[in-house]
Nanobody
Framework: QVQLVESGGGLVQAGGSLRLSCKAS????????MGWYRQAPGKQRELVATILNGGNTIYADSVEGRFTISRDNAKNTVYLQMNSLKPEDTSVYYCNAKEPFYSGLREYWGQGTQVTVSS
């Protein structure tokens, strides 16, 4: 089992910045990708950014160039630096970890952290 604990959400004005953190614990040795998703009220959960074990990163088009995902392997922590925030970035942000499981993937989720961007 893997446990994910997020921190760093809050209220910020448009154009501001926030950094989210996600610390992983437990059986983390088999994790091959970690990332961030977000879900706004009435909308589906969507991928924001993911980072693979090799360091490759993937971003949603809506955040490309504004958000940066990174990881500190020594601390088992993934970060999401969010700059130039917009009101439409307002969502609950969830940390996600994936590991191979038989012929597919098993996923773990954090509890979520609220990000609110005021106009």
């Amino acid at each position: 089992q893997v446990q994910l604990v997020e921190s760093g959400g809050g209220l910020v004005q448009a154009g501001g910045s926030l950094r989210l953190s996600c610390k992983a614990s437990g059986s983390i040795f088999s994790i091959n990708a970690m990332g961030w998703y977000r879900q706004a009220p009435g909308k589906q959960r969507e991928l924001v950014a993911t980072i693979l074990n090799g360091g490759n990163t993937i971003y949603a088009d809506s955040v490309e160039g504004r958000f940066t995902i990174s990881r500190d392997n020594a601390k088992n922590t993934v970060y999401l630096q969010m700059n130039s925030l917009k009101p439409e970035d307002t969502s609950v942000y969830y940390c996600n970890a994936k590991e191979p499981f038989y012929s597919g993937l098993r996923e773990y989720w954090g509890q979520g952290t609220q990000v609110t961007v005021s106009s």
